[in-house]
């Protein structure tokens, strides 16, 4: 039993709905998949600037990936099979400012739907200077409260929003 046939699609042309994100993960790879390939510290940046961070497009279409597609993202970089420990490796929102200036470069630009507050401090990943971060998010847990519960959850401790363990 068929619901349709090749008939049904004959002259039915794509949507393309997918098309930006496409670009945007080329770029990705081209620009970035060196280095996020040979440091895993780069996966973890890439993430967090991925997860829940919407990007525009040269040509003004926004892209933007949930957690679960970041890590999915991630992986294909990264040519691994699986991305799901990078979930959560980082906090998200932010850009790493070597991730920011090779895609700007490329012509995308971050967008998100809050207003955003932009820092610039020390890469936790490299724990260097030359590698800064700009945060794009708002009243988000700090660094400190999410490297914990990060590292809890990596664990297997659920932690509630006071830092309380759960389970």
């Known amino acids: 039993m068929t619901f349709f046939d090749k008939d049904d699609f004959r002259g039915v042309a794509s949507s393309r709905v997918r098309r930006p994100y496409k670009l945007f993960e080329a770029c990705l790879d081209e620009t970035l998949?060196?280095?996020?390939?040979?440091?895993?510290?780069?996966?973890?940046?890439?993430?967090?600037a991925i997860a829940s961070v919407g990007w525009r497009s040269p040509d003004g279409q926004e892209v933007r990936y949930s957690y679960r597609q970041a890590c999915d993202v991630v992986a294909w970089v990264r040519e691994e099979v699986d991305g799901f420990q990078y979930y959560c490796s980082g906090e998200p929102g932010i850009v790493a400012d070597w991730i920011a200036q090779c895609l700007e470069q490329a012509g995308w630009s971050p967008v998100s739907a809050k207003p955003m507050e932009r820092r610039s401090d020390t890469s936790p990943a490299t724990g260097d200077e030359s590698s800064a971060t700009a945060?794009?998010?708002?009243?988000?847990?700090?660094?400190?409260?999410?490297s914990r519960n990060n590292a809890d959850v990596r664990a297997g401790i659920v932690v509630d929003q006071k830092g309380g363990q759960l389970g």
Do not use: I, M
Request: net charge negative.
């Open 135 to 146: 945060s794009f998010h708002s009243n988000g847990p700090s660094s400190e409260h999410a």
């Open 33 to 48: 998949g060196e280095r996020v390939r040979e440091d895993g510290a780069c996966a973890v940046d890439l993430w967090c």
